[in-house]
C-alpha cells in the first residue's frame, strides 16, 4: 500500500473549518483515501473514504486532487470533541486491501 | 449502525497466564476482523488477519504461537495472549470489515479496544 505524508499537528478555532492534508503521491489506480479518527483511549472511527470523487457526509468533506495525489479533510464546523488523532490511509479495496496506520495528525481544536 | 464490540475492556493479570479478548460485529456480518496492537504515544500497528473460517495471517514479526486468533463465526474473533509477559501489557484493538448487514461494506469498524496490563 502506499505511504501517505501529514502533519503530525495542527491547531483549528472552535466553529471554524478544519482542513487536513495528506499527501500520498504514489497512490495506484485502485487505492482509495481512507480518513479516520482516534479520540484519547478509544479504537478508530470511520470518517470518509473516496476514489477520486470528492465525498461529503455527514461529518466530514473529503477534496481529491485531480492529479489524487493529494486530498485534504474538511470538518467543516470543528468543536471541541473533533480533538484527535487523524489518519489518512491508502488502500486497496476486497480482501487484499489492509488499513495501516502511519502517525497521523494530532488536531487540536481550541475554545 | 456498525458498531463492534470488544470484551474486556481491560484486564489486568499475572505473568505467564493467558488472557482471551473477544471481538464482535454487532449489526453486520464481517468475513474478515484485523487486531491491532497501540502502545502509548504511538500508532496502530496491525496484528494480523483473520478470515471465518480459515487460519488467520500474521504480520511479520508477530508470533502466531503467542497470538492465538479464532473467527469461528461472521460476527466473532477472539485473540488469546498466551503466556502473557509485561511486555505485552497494551491496547489490543480489533477490527471488522463489513460484507453484509448494516454497514457500509468493505469498510473497516474498529471496536472501543482493550487494555491488557500484565503483572
Known amino acids: 500500500d502506499a505511504k501517505t505524508t501529514q502533519p503530525p499537528s495542527m491547531d483549528c478555532a472552535e466553529g471554524r473549518a478544519a482542513n487536513l492534508p495528506c499527501n500520498h503521491s504514489t497512490i495506484s489506480g485502485n487505492e482509495y483515501v481512507y480518513w479516520y479518527r482516534q479520540i484519547h483511549s478509544q479504537g478508530p472511527q470511520y470518517i470518509i473514504h473516496?476514489?477520486?470523487n470528492n465525498e461529503t457526509n455527514e461529518m466530514a468533506s473529503l477534496i481529491i486532487t485531480e492529479d489524487r495525489k493529494s486530498s485534504t479533510l474538511i470538518l467543516p464546523h470543528a468543536t471541541l470533541r473533533d480533538t484527535a488523532v487523524y489518519y489518512c490511509i491508502v488502500r486497496v479495496a476486497g480482501n487484499t486491501g489492509k488499513l495501516i496506520f502511519g502517525q497521523g495528525t494530532t488536531l487540536q481544536v481550541k475554545p | 449502525g456498525a458498531v463492534v464490540s470488544q470484551h474486556p475492556s481491560w484486564v489486568i493479570c499475572k505473568s505467564g497466564t493467558s488472557v482471551k479478548i473477544e471481538c464482535r460485529s454487532l449489526?453486520?456480518?464481517?468475513?474478515?476482523m484485523f487486531w491491532y496492537r497501540q502502545f502509548p504515544k504511538q500508532s496502530l500497528m496491525l496484528m494480523a488477519t483473520s478470515n471465518e473460517g480459515s487460519k488467520a495471517t500474521y504480520e511479520q514479526g508477530v508470533e502466531k504461537d503467542k497470538f492465538l486468533i479464532n473467527h469461528a463465526s461472521l460476527t466473532l474473533s477472539t485473540l488469546t495472549v498466551t503466556s502473557a509477559h509485561p511486555e505485552d501489557s497494551s491496547f489490543y484493538i480489533c477490527?471488522?470489515?463489513?460484507?453484509?448487514?448494516?454497514?457500509?461494506?468493505?469498510?473497516?469498524?474498529f471496536g472501543p479496544g482493550t487494555r491488557l496490563t500484565v503483572l
Open positions: 449489526d453486520f456480518q464481517a468475513t474478515t
Open positions: 473516496g476514489l477520486k
Open positions: 477490527s471488522a470489515r463489513a460484507t453484509s448487514g448494516r454497514a457500509r461494506t468493505d469498510t473497516q469498524y
